[in-house]
């Protein structure tokens, strides 16, 4: 630890210092374009809506036991 100065000590070696600049020098990447929220899709892993009110699930209902229809 003796030949270490301060700086290195913490982590700031002229190295690394060297290799942050390199990364950080060219210039930051464009941002995505932003998309419409008519030309997005749906948001994943999310459940369709439900089925309108009057939309019945399932088979029909049986007819009750009574006389058949004519």
Known sequence: MADQTE???IGFSDNRMVQ???RFRSP???PAPAQTPVL???PPLLRP???P???MRG???RPPFARPPL
């Open 49 to 51: 809506p439900p089925p």
């Open 28 to 30: 930051a990447p464009a």
């Open 53 to 55: 009110f009057g939309m």
């Open 59 to 61: 088979p029909p209902p």
């Open 40 to 42: 997005r899709g749906p």
């Open 7 to 9: 700086s290195e000590a």
């Open 20 to 22: 942050q600049a390199v």
